[in-house]
């Protein structure tokens, strides 16, 4: 099946916001095996909608629409696909009772024009809304399809997973089931490099590398008849790539480095404390964006001065004199003394040199200490984080929580 | 000018990237008065590639495409511009010395494939890659014009700005000028409500509002022949928006709360403390965004236990007790502790419930107090957060960080 993906909403156009649903639908689509060839975006505008979508049905067979199901004159979506299939509109009722229910529970008044988004196209099959107003729908004629969703993301999201993804499921005997593979600490070349047969050679299940912001992950995608089937052809697959890989290799479908963290902290009823400095909440930030990160995570110190590490975190005059506060030793200090302060069992901490500003020859921007101190382990590393590109400070910062959030999962490993 | 823009990349079609680049053309685009009708993604498939184009030709003035300008086989947009124009390609000997020196720069080894990445449709109008290999380029033909550029946004964003703006402008004897008014601490319905007679009656300067993220953005911009001319008439129309708005608005081309804040701070000489709970680093980390923030953030105590409240903030055992972490009091008793304990000038606060979990009845997920702290001011807001959406957790924690660094900024005036 050949998919195409076409977004509405003049607030695209211009580029007042980034097209998340495009990446979040192609996404989902391909891990059923959906092969999309175009995205496109349109303004609401009634004959360049048009113009859009026929030329989307002429080249594919289902067209992935979202935005322009609201309930004002110009969100044209649902009628222009029910012209060009030649279908009348009607009342669904089950929508209208949804839509009245929605804004009774959230206390609001229903104008007279949200009784429009309960109109469909006769023989519309109904996806509902758990996130607002807007039904979404599919429609279906000749073999070319059509899903209709509703433009914000926290609406259009939850629904493509929970509602279309089965439906279009539900249209193929196969299922496709992955596993990711979440790497940190080897780049994606070499990672490629190193399992070069495997995603060659691997037809079913695929290897497919993805890097983002320093980490790789790796999906790996059984095509069979059911779930045990699938999972049947997936799993020794995973457990050969992390023999191979070692100790790189951080979880399996766990999300991201500070979810991992979080679960296993939980797992071994542990808690965390950080003392960053050039990361300045970054680390504590991500920790903390987990729910339930409250049972394990003690507390953080930003201790962008001297004073603070000194007075608030102990470490020596002598260590910031000599070594000064970009040092292997700092670094070390800081992780002992917020453990310490806290009485957590894994002290974390960060000090570097972010940018623009303040390197020197012998410590350039980029160049950043990471420790984690518990009983039984304590490392250091140090880290050359300056890639030389735009938005440096950012990426820099960034590179370095990963590396703490990193070196916190290896240290729970001895605990 | 009709313009649309074309991505091509099947890292876009498979949604493993989100598509900034278009996002950004398009504001770029629309901030010079060029009306965006379509986008479009394509994959690196030489038949899709040359039917988007065409298509593309056959409808705008105007093409910006990205991507596709690589080294390897498949980085084809070059060429296939060049065969719908007819032109013949062409060494262009500047751009091969520029790719030769960036090697030699970077300390990378240079393979022959890279001199694909000189050659150009004859007649191109070169445009140099300060941060990579690919030039970008401009090739026009019977009115029809195409720009091509880098598909990584580090590469791709500088070019936009800094040759293909100036390259657009030349094109027209008009100027574009905007000036962007930030607003805190009013919904954009209620700002649109107070300016809609300006937004209607203004056609020259345009009054329009965005909201992003808590935010409301007004962006007004001018048309004129000269910058001198378009500034005369932008002023007098921000001033008159400003005085209607009073003190939600917290700067004039700002960029955002946490650029503001640290501006101010720089140009008063004061230093900053931050105190956190629910947000857990999130406030320090936005203000240590900043380029120059070393110079006025003193340290960051993100304090989850009350224990940590107690004994490095100084909070008393009596108002947790009394009142519970999440209070007005505790809220200013840590905003001073902080202040106390690091010496600097203002001390912000923040202490709350950002859920799931947590909530009761009297003090639900979403409630949080903020409090900002110094000589001559002291204030604590009591917010409700929840909005009930999804993402509400990460929601809360940015409302609230939002909250606590606005709070500051008025405390900065009576400084």
Known sequence: MIAEILCVGTELLLGDIVNTNAAYAARELAAIGINVYFQSVVGDNPSRLKQALSLALSRSDLVVMTGGLGPTYDDLTKETVAEAFSLPMELHQPSLNAITAYFNRTGRVMTHNNEKQAWMPKGARVFQNNYGTAPGLAVEQNGKRVVLLPGPPREMEPMFHEEVIPYLKSLSDTVL???????????????????????????????????????????????????????????????????????????????????????????????????????????????????????????????????????????????????????????????????????????????????????????????????????????????????????????????????????????????
């Open 177 to 415: 089931l992955s596993h990711v593979i979440h790497i940190f600490g080897m780049g994606e070349s070499m990672v490629e490099d190193k399992l070069k047969s495997y995603m060659l050679s691997h037809l079913n299940p695929t290897v497919a590398p993805y890097a983002k912001e320093g980490e790789v992950q790796l999906r790996v995608t059984a095509s069979a008849k059911d779930v045990e089937e699938a999972e049947q052809r997936i799993r020794p697959v995973v457990g050969e790539i992390c023999d191979l890989l070692g100790d790189v290799v951080y979880g399996i479908d766990v999300g991201s480095l500070q979810n991992a963290l979080v679960q296993k902290l939980l797992e071994k009823n542990r808690k965390i404390a950080t003392a960053e400095s050039c990361t300045a909440g970054l680390v504590s930030k991500r920790i903390t964006e987990i729910a339930g990160s409250s049972q394990v995570f003690e507390c953080g110190i930003v201790s962008y001065s001297n004073r603070i590490k000194a007075q608030v975190l102990g470490v020596s005059e002598q260590t910031l004199e000599q070594y000064t506060e970009v040092s292997e030793q700092t670094a070390r200090e800081m992780a002992r003394g917020v453990r310490r302060l806290s009485g957590a069992d894994i002290g974390v901490s960060v000090t570097g040199i972010a940018g623009p500003g303040g390197g020197t020859p012998e410590k350039p921007v980029g160049l950043v200490y990471v420790c984690a101190s518990c009983d039984g382990f304590e490392e250091v590393l140090e880290l050359h984080l300056s890639r030389g590109r735009r938005n440096e400070r950012e990426n820099i910062r960034y590179l370095a929580s990963s590396n703490a959030l990193a070196l916190a999962i290896r240290a729970l490993e001895v605990l």
